[in-house]
Protein backbone atom coordinates (compact mmCIF):
# COMPACT_ATOMS: atom_id res chain seq x y z
CA UNK A 1 0.00 0.00 0.00
CA UNK A 2 1.47 3.43 -0.64
CA UNK A 3 2.36 5.97 1.80
CA UNK A 4 0.58 9.46 0.89
CA UNK A 5 1.55 11.91 2.84
CA UNK A 6 2.24 16.36 2.65
CA UNK A 7 5.27 17.85 1.75
CA UNK A 8 5.16 21.25 2.51
CA UNK A 9 2.03 22.91 0.34
CA UNK A 10 2.04 19.78 -2.06
CA UNK A 11 1.32 16.14 -1.56
CA UNK A 12 3.89 13.09 -2.02
CA UNK A 13 3.86 9.08 -2.94
CA UNK A 14 6.24 6.32 -1.35
CA UNK A 15 5.39 3.18 -2.46
CA UNK A 16 7.67 0.73 -1.34
CA UNK A 17 9.05 -2.47 -2.69
CA UNK A 18 10.14 -5.94 -2.25
CA UNK A 19 13.87 -5.99 -1.08
CA UNK A 20 16.93 -6.58 -3.66
CA UNK A 21 19.26 -9.39 -3.40
CA UNK A 22 21.28 -7.48 -0.97
CA UNK A 23 18.49 -7.08 1.55
CA UNK A 24 17.98 -3.38 1.04
CA UNK A 25 14.41 -1.94 0.77
CA UNK A 26 13.53 0.02 -2.34
CA UNK A 27 10.64 2.53 -3.10
CA UNK A 28 9.29 4.71 -5.92
CA UNK A 29 8.62 8.73 -4.77
CA UNK A 30 7.38 11.33 -6.43
CA UNK A 31 6.22 14.60 -5.17
CA UNK A 32 4.41 17.62 -6.47
CA UNK A 33 1.08 16.88 -6.89
CA UNK A 34 -1.81 19.77 -5.61
CA UNK A 35 -3.81 17.45 -4.12
CA UNK A 36 -3.71 13.99 -2.25
CA UNK A 37 -6.06 12.38 -5.25
CA UNK A 38 -3.60 13.09 -7.58
CA UNK A 39 -0.60 11.78 -5.58
CA UNK A 40 -2.98 8.79 -5.05
CA UNK A 41 -3.94 8.19 -8.50
CA UNK A 42 -0.54 8.71 -9.47
CA UNK A 43 0.50 5.72 -6.66
CA UNK A 44 -1.71 3.57 -7.81
CA UNK A 45 -0.38 3.77 -11.03
CA UNK A 46 2.93 2.66 -9.84
CA UNK A 47 1.34 0.07 -8.07
CA UNK A 48 -0.17 -1.77 -11.16
CA UNK A 49 2.73 -1.80 -13.49
CA UNK A 50 4.92 -2.58 -10.89
CA UNK A 51 2.55 -5.88 -10.81
CA UNK A 52 2.25 -6.13 -14.47
CA UNK A 53 6.11 -5.90 -14.76
CA UNK A 54 6.35 -2.76 -16.71
CA UNK A 55 7.47 -0.17 -14.33
CA UNK A 56 10.40 1.41 -15.70
CA UNK A 57 13.79 2.00 -13.19
CA UNK A 58 15.24 5.10 -14.79
CA UNK A 59 18.72 4.36 -14.84
CA UNK A 60 21.70 6.37 -13.13
CA UNK A 61 24.00 6.25 -16.27
CA UNK A 62 25.90 8.97 -17.12
CA UNK A 63 25.09 11.08 -20.09
CA UNK A 64 28.26 10.04 -21.05
CA UNK A 65 28.07 6.99 -20.95
CA UNK A 66 24.94 6.79 -22.11
CA UNK A 67 26.35 8.64 -25.66
CA UNK A 68 29.52 6.35 -25.45
CA UNK A 69 26.59 3.26 -25.91
CA UNK A 70 24.34 5.45 -28.77
CA UNK A 71 27.64 6.24 -30.66
CA UNK A 72 28.72 2.63 -30.91
CA UNK A 73 25.54 1.75 -32.32
CA UNK A 74 25.56 4.64 -34.60
CA UNK A 75 28.59 4.60 -36.66
CA UNK A 76 27.45 0.61 -38.27
CA UNK A 77 23.98 2.81 -38.96
CA UNK A 78 25.47 5.57 -40.94
CA UNK A 79 27.91 7.18 -43.19
CA UNK A 80 31.45 8.38 -42.82
CA UNK A 81 30.77 12.50 -43.09
CA UNK A 82 27.11 11.78 -40.77
CA UNK A 83 29.86 10.43 -38.08
CA UNK A 84 32.19 13.37 -38.21
CA UNK A 85 29.29 15.77 -38.07
CA UNK A 86 27.88 14.04 -34.85
CA UNK A 87 31.37 14.17 -33.08
CA UNK A 88 31.21 17.69 -33.41
CA UNK A 89 28.20 18.07 -32.01
CA UNK A 90 28.96 15.32 -28.90
CA UNK A 91 31.95 17.12 -27.91
CA UNK A 92 29.59 20.74 -26.88
CA UNK A 93 26.83 18.03 -25.30
CA UNK A 94 29.96 16.59 -23.31
CA UNK A 95 30.94 19.86 -22.05
CA UNK A 96 27.89 20.01 -20.37
CA UNK A 97 26.65 16.95 -19.02
CA UNK A 98 29.90 14.64 -19.37
CA UNK A 99 29.47 12.96 -15.72
CA UNK A 100 25.65 14.00 -15.08
CA UNK A 101 22.93 11.10 -14.50
CA UNK A 102 20.79 11.30 -17.56
CA UNK A 103 17.44 11.22 -15.02
CA UNK A 104 18.75 14.23 -13.80
CA UNK A 105 18.52 16.07 -17.25
CA UNK A 106 15.86 17.76 -16.78
CA UNK A 107 13.54 19.72 -19.72
CA UNK A 108 14.49 22.91 -18.28
CA UNK A 109 18.08 22.00 -17.82
CA UNK A 110 18.08 21.14 -21.28
CA UNK A 111 16.72 24.37 -22.88
CA UNK A 112 19.02 26.52 -20.75
CA UNK A 113 21.95 25.12 -21.82
CA UNK A 114 21.09 25.15 -25.67
CA UNK A 115 19.97 28.98 -25.15
CA UNK A 116 23.64 29.59 -23.79
CA UNK A 117 25.53 27.82 -26.98
CA UNK A 118 23.13 29.60 -29.02
CA UNK A 119 24.81 32.48 -28.11
CA UNK A 120 27.97 31.10 -29.57
CA UNK A 121 27.16 29.11 -32.28
CA UNK A 122 25.06 29.22 -35.72
CA UNK A 123 21.58 28.18 -36.32
CA UNK A 124 22.26 25.36 -38.09
CA UNK A 125 24.96 24.35 -35.55
CA UNK A 126 22.59 24.18 -32.69
CA UNK A 127 20.10 22.64 -35.12
CA UNK A 128 22.68 19.75 -35.66
CA UNK A 129 23.49 19.85 -31.53
CA UNK A 130 19.77 19.39 -30.34
CA UNK A 131 19.29 16.73 -33.40
CA UNK A 132 22.35 14.60 -31.79
CA UNK A 133 21.21 15.01 -28.68
CA UNK A 134 17.57 13.93 -29.37
CA UNK A 135 18.66 10.52 -31.33
CA UNK A 136 20.88 9.71 -27.68
CA UNK A 137 18.05 10.69 -25.27
CA UNK A 138 15.58 8.53 -27.80
CA UNK A 139 17.97 5.66 -27.57
CA UNK A 140 17.62 5.72 -24.12
CA UNK A 141 13.91 5.47 -23.98
CA UNK A 142 14.14 2.74 -26.37
CA UNK A 143 16.20 0.85 -24.41
CA UNK A 144 14.33 1.55 -21.15
CA UNK A 145 16.59 3.66 -19.28
CA UNK A 146 14.93 7.25 -19.93
CA UNK A 147 10.65 7.27 -19.58
CA UNK A 148 10.97 10.34 -21.48
CA UNK A 149 13.13 12.61 -23.47
CA UNK A 150 14.44 15.86 -21.99
CA UNK A 151 15.14 17.32 -25.33
CA UNK A 152 11.50 16.66 -26.72
CA UNK A 153 9.90 20.18 -25.88
CA UNK A 154 12.64 22.34 -26.73
CA UNK A 155 12.35 25.38 -28.28
CA UNK A 156 14.70 26.79 -30.88
CA UNK A 157 15.94 30.08 -29.63
CA UNK A 158 15.31 33.12 -32.52
CA UNK A 159 19.10 34.93 -33.28
CA UNK A 160 18.35 38.61 -32.38
CA UNK A 161 19.28 40.75 -36.50
CA UNK A 162 20.54 43.64 -36.88
CA UNK A 163 20.54 46.33 -39.36
CA UNK A 164 24.56 45.70 -39.50
CA UNK A 165 23.35 42.46 -40.47
CA UNK A 166 21.07 42.73 -42.92
CA UNK A 167 23.31 45.29 -44.69
CA UNK A 168 26.52 43.01 -44.22
CA UNK A 169 24.00 40.05 -45.79
CA UNK A 170 23.27 42.60 -48.74
CA UNK A 171 26.79 42.72 -49.71
CA UNK A 172 27.64 39.39 -49.31
CA UNK A 173 25.33 37.91 -52.26
CA UNK A 174 25.67 34.62 -52.82
CA UNK A 175 25.40 34.23 -56.57
CA UNK A 176 26.15 35.86 -59.52
CA UNK A 177 23.97 38.07 -61.83
CA UNK A 178 24.16 36.39 -65.55
CA UNK A 179 26.54 39.35 -66.83
CA UNK A 180 28.82 38.71 -63.40
CA UNK A 181 29.01 35.00 -64.20
CA UNK A 182 29.81 35.86 -67.74
CA UNK A 183 32.41 38.20 -67.17
CA UNK A 184 33.78 35.61 -64.45
CA UNK A 185 33.88 32.71 -66.96
CA UNK A 186 35.92 34.85 -69.14
CA UNK A 187 38.16 36.09 -66.65
CA UNK A 188 38.54 32.16 -66.13
CA UNK A 189 39.13 30.90 -69.61
CA UNK A 190 41.76 33.46 -69.54
CA UNK A 191 43.79 33.78 -66.22
CA UNK A 192 42.33 30.20 -65.18
CA UNK A 193 44.93 27.37 -64.49
CA UNK A 194 44.61 24.06 -65.67
CA UNK A 195 40.74 22.79 -65.19
CA UNK A 196 39.33 26.34 -63.96
CA UNK A 197 37.12 26.95 -66.67
CA UNK A 198 35.69 23.48 -66.63
CA UNK A 199 35.55 23.48 -63.16
CA UNK A 200 33.35 26.53 -63.19
CA UNK A 201 31.66 26.40 -66.53
CA UNK A 202 30.10 22.99 -64.94
CA UNK A 203 29.32 24.00 -61.51
CA UNK A 204 27.41 27.01 -63.47
CA UNK A 205 25.43 25.29 -65.95
CA UNK A 206 24.56 22.36 -63.97
CA UNK A 207 23.58 23.51 -60.36
CA UNK A 208 25.28 20.15 -58.99
CA UNK A 209 27.24 20.22 -55.32
CA UNK A 210 30.99 20.64 -55.52
CA UNK A 211 31.51 17.11 -54.01
CA UNK A 212 29.16 15.76 -56.43
CA UNK A 213 31.36 17.34 -59.45
CA UNK A 214 34.91 16.16 -58.24
CA UNK A 215 33.33 13.00 -57.91
CA UNK A 216 32.60 12.12 -61.40
CA UNK A 217 33.72 9.99 -64.02
CA UNK A 218 33.93 9.78 -67.08
CA UNK A 219 31.47 6.70 -67.83
CA UNK A 220 29.01 9.24 -65.87
CA UNK A 221 28.63 11.66 -69.39
CA UNK A 222 26.66 10.45 -71.92
CA UNK A 223 28.46 11.99 -75.06
CA UNK A 224 25.47 11.39 -77.23
CA UNK A 225 22.26 12.07 -75.82
CA UNK A 226 23.88 15.01 -73.59
CA UNK A 227 23.45 14.22 -69.87
CA UNK A 228 25.07 13.35 -66.73
CA UNK A 229 24.78 10.94 -64.32
CA UNK A 230 25.07 12.29 -60.58
CA UNK A 231 25.60 9.19 -58.10
CA UNK A 232 28.27 9.45 -55.44
CA UNK A 233 29.96 12.21 -53.71
CA UNK A 234 33.39 12.92 -52.78
CA UNK A 235 34.54 12.84 -49.20
CA UNK A 236 37.41 14.16 -47.94
CA UNK A 237 37.84 16.33 -44.83
CA UNK A 238 41.23 16.52 -44.38
CA UNK A 239 41.89 17.31 -47.74
CA UNK A 240 44.43 14.81 -48.37
CA UNK A 241 44.35 14.11 -52.02
CA UNK A 242 45.16 10.32 -51.18
CA UNK A 243 43.27 9.93 -48.72
CA UNK A 244 39.74 10.17 -49.75
CA UNK A 245 36.18 8.30 -50.24
CA UNK A 246 33.27 8.53 -52.86
CA UNK A 247 30.12 8.18 -50.64
CA UNK A 248 26.19 7.91 -51.58
CA UNK A 249 24.79 11.69 -52.07
CA UNK A 250 23.47 13.63 -49.70
CA UNK A 251 19.85 12.70 -49.71
CA UNK A 252 17.85 9.41 -52.12
CA UNK A 253 16.43 12.37 -54.45
CA UNK A 254 20.24 13.48 -55.42
CA UNK A 255 20.88 10.49 -57.82
CA UNK A 256 19.35 12.00 -60.69
CA UNK A 257 20.60 12.32 -64.51
CA UNK A 258 20.03 15.90 -66.12
CA UNK A 259 20.45 17.23 -69.24
CA UNK A 260 23.49 19.21 -70.22
CA UNK A 261 24.17 21.94 -72.59
CA UNK A 262 25.58 20.86 -75.93
CA UNK A 263 28.85 23.57 -75.61
CA UNK A 264 29.90 22.06 -72.06
CA UNK A 265 29.53 18.69 -73.56
CA UNK A 266 31.93 20.01 -76.05
CA UNK A 267 34.42 21.04 -73.25
CA UNK A 268 34.02 17.99 -71.94
CA UNK A 269 35.79 16.44 -75.03
CA UNK A 270 38.02 18.89 -75.36
CA UNK A 271 39.12 17.91 -71.79
CA UNK A 272 39.11 14.47 -72.38
CA UNK A 273 41.82 14.72 -75.02
CA UNK A 274 44.15 16.85 -72.44
CA UNK A 275 44.16 14.47 -70.04
CA UNK A 276 44.85 11.51 -72.28
CA UNK A 277 48.25 13.16 -73.10
CA UNK A 278 48.87 13.87 -69.88
CA UNK A 279 48.32 9.88 -68.83
CA UNK A 280 51.07 9.15 -71.84
CA UNK A 281 53.46 11.55 -70.14
CA UNK A 282 52.62 10.63 -66.77
CA UNK A 283 51.86 6.87 -66.92
CA UNK A 284 54.55 6.13 -64.39
CA UNK A 285 52.96 8.04 -61.70
CA UNK A 286 49.05 8.71 -63.00
CA UNK A 287 46.85 6.26 -61.33
CA UNK A 288 43.80 6.13 -63.79
CA UNK A 289 40.60 5.83 -61.70
CA UNK A 290 38.32 7.32 -64.35
CA UNK A 291 37.71 10.50 -62.73
CA UNK A 292 37.12 13.67 -65.36
CA UNK A 293 38.73 16.18 -62.06
CA UNK A 294 42.04 14.91 -61.30
CA UNK A 295 45.12 15.95 -60.40
CA UNK A 296 48.90 14.65 -62.06
CA UNK A 297 48.31 11.64 -60.32
CA UNK A 298 45.44 10.87 -61.62
CA UNK A 299 43.37 11.59 -58.03
CA UNK A 300 40.25 14.14 -57.53
CA UNK A 301 41.19 17.72 -57.29
CA UNK A 302 40.86 18.35 -53.58
CA UNK A 303 37.68 20.79 -52.76
CA UNK A 304 40.13 23.31 -50.88
CA UNK A 305 41.90 23.80 -53.91
CA UNK A 306 38.76 24.44 -55.87
CA UNK A 307 38.00 26.96 -53.18
CA UNK A 308 41.23 29.07 -53.22
CA UNK A 309 41.06 29.26 -57.44
CA UNK A 310 37.82 30.65 -56.93
CA UNK A 311 38.64 33.49 -54.42
CA UNK A 312 41.72 34.16 -56.65
CA UNK A 313 39.91 34.81 -60.15
CA UNK A 314 36.98 36.31 -58.14
CA UNK A 315 40.02 38.98 -56.74
CA UNK A 316 40.32 39.80 -60.59
CA UNK A 317 36.34 41.12 -60.69
CA UNK A 318 35.24 44.38 -59.95
CA UNK A 319 32.52 43.41 -57.30
CA UNK A 320 32.10 43.11 -53.70
CA UNK A 321 30.62 39.22 -53.19
CA UNK A 322 31.62 36.76 -51.32
CA UNK A 323 31.07 34.05 -53.43
CA UNK A 324 31.49 30.37 -52.91
CA UNK A 325 31.98 27.06 -55.11
CA UNK A 326 28.22 26.42 -53.85
CA UNK A 327 27.12 30.00 -54.72
CA UNK A 328 27.32 28.52 -58.29
CA UNK A 329 24.57 25.82 -57.09
CA UNK A 330 22.73 29.23 -56.30
CA UNK A 331 24.17 30.68 -59.63
CA UNK A 332 22.33 28.23 -61.40
CA UNK A 333 18.96 28.23 -59.70
CA UNK A 334 18.50 31.62 -59.90
CA UNK A 335 19.43 31.18 -64.33
CA UNK A 336 16.84 28.48 -64.38
CA UNK A 337 13.86 30.56 -62.88
CA UNK A 338 14.69 33.46 -65.43
CA UNK A 339 14.68 30.89 -67.89
CA UNK A 340 11.19 29.50 -66.72
CA UNK A 341 12.16 26.85 -64.91
CA UNK A 342 8.75 25.62 -62.19
CA UNK A 343 9.60 24.53 -59.13
CA UNK A 344 9.46 21.02 -59.45
CA UNK A 345 12.16 20.94 -62.54
CA UNK A 346 14.33 23.04 -60.36
CA UNK A 347 13.60 20.14 -57.55
CA UNK A 348 14.46 17.10 -59.58
CA UNK A 349 17.48 19.32 -61.30
CA UNK A 350 18.90 20.09 -57.83
CA UNK A 351 18.33 16.81 -56.58
CA UNK A 352 16.23 18.55 -53.49
CA UNK A 353 14.70 16.05 -51.70
CA UNK A 354 12.71 18.19 -49.71
CA UNK A 355 10.03 20.77 -51.57
CA UNK A 356 10.33 23.11 -48.90
CA UNK A 357 14.26 23.46 -49.64
CA UNK A 358 13.71 24.34 -53.40
CA UNK A 359 10.95 27.08 -52.52
CA UNK A 360 12.82 29.15 -50.05
CA UNK A 361 15.44 29.07 -52.71
CA UNK A 362 13.09 29.90 -55.24
CA UNK A 363 11.38 33.08 -53.17
CA UNK A 364 14.68 33.96 -52.63
CA UNK A 365 15.96 34.21 -56.28
CA UNK A 366 12.12 35.12 -57.20
CA UNK A 367 12.21 38.50 -55.43
CA UNK A 368 15.57 39.29 -56.65
CA UNK A 369 14.39 38.77 -60.34
CA UNK A 370 11.23 40.87 -59.45
CA UNK A 371 13.38 43.88 -57.95
CA UNK A 372 15.58 43.69 -61.46
CA UNK A 373 12.02 43.54 -63.07
CA UNK A 374 10.97 46.99 -61.25
CA UNK A 375 14.36 48.74 -62.27
CA UNK A 376 14.03 48.02 -65.80
CA UNK A 377 10.33 49.04 -65.59
CA UNK A 378 11.21 52.20 -64.33
CA UNK A 379 14.47 52.71 -66.63
CA UNK A 380 11.89 52.42 -69.42
CA UNK A 381 9.15 54.91 -68.72
CA UNK A 382 11.42 57.44 -67.09
CA UNK A 383 10.50 60.77 -68.31
CA UNK A 384 6.88 59.69 -69.26
CA UNK A 385 5.53 61.36 -65.76
Known amino acids: ?68 QWFEHYV ?16 HLLDVWDSVSIKKITKHMYQTELDKLNK ?13 ANMI ?11 SSPSASFVMPKKQV ?37 IFTTLAYTGIRLGELIALK ?12 ISKTYYNPNNNKDDFKLLTPKTEKSIRTIMIDKELVELFKEHRKKQNKLKMKQQMFFKDQNFIFTE ?59 INTTMNIYAHMTKNIEEKTSQKFSELTKGLL
Request: charged content about 30%; proline content about 1%.
Open 76 to 91: TQVKISSVRARRYAIK
Open 218 to 229: WSDINFTDCTLR
Open 296 to 354: NTGNPRVMKMVAIRLQRLMKLMNIDKHITPHGFRHTHTSLLIEAGAGIKEIQERLGHSD
Open 137 to 147: FKYAIRKDLLQ
Open 120 to 132: KFSRNFIDSIHTT
Open 1 to 68: MAYIHKRGKKWAYIVNIAKDSEGKRKQVTKSGFKTKKEAQLAANKVENALANGTHLFESNITFKELTE
Open 162 to 198: TVEDIEQENIQEKFLELNELKEFLSIARKNGLSMDYL
